[in-house]
């Protein structure tokens, strides 16, 4: 499955908030760094990543733009309250190896009503 086509299918599991279905997706020692929280290695971790974030926010992910170069898919997205962010997606024999996204934690935490970091 070519990247772009890869991102598609991984979009309509995250919107089904299906960790199980999403962490197929991953190579077993995949990263997935959100770059606004620590690095999550291992497809084990990300799952529960997944997981743990589908029980604290209701998320959607509503594709502005996909875009494909070799073995990079780039996700740019927002969701109904009006976040938005991108995602690269480093995809090696048909998974991901590498994902790396960009968004705003603060207005994520305060749309969702959930806790802000004390400082």
């Given amino acids: 499955m070519k990247p772009k086509e890869l991102i598609k299918q ?9 960790a ?11 990263i997935n760094h959100q770059v606004a929280n620590e690095p ?17 926010a209701d998320m959607v992910c509503i594709v502005e733009n996909i875009f494909e170069d070799g073995e990079w898919a780039i996700l740019e997205w927002k969701d ?11 995809i090696v024999d048909g998974k991901i190896k590498l994902q790396r996204g960009y968004w705003d934690k603060l207005s994520f935490l ?3 009503k959930l806790p802000l970091p004390k400082e």
């Fill in 10 to 18: 991984w979009v309509i599991d995250f919107n089904n908030a299906n």
């Fill in 20 to 30: 199980e279905l999403l962490a197929e997706y991953y190579h077993d020692d995949a």
């Fill in 40 to 56: 999550v290695v291992g497809r084990q971790a990300i799952k529960s990543m997944f997981e743990n974030e589908f029980n604290q």
């Fill in 80 to 90: 109904p309250l009006g976040l938005r962010g991108c995602g690269f997606f480093h």
């Fill in 110 to 112: 305060r749309q969702h």
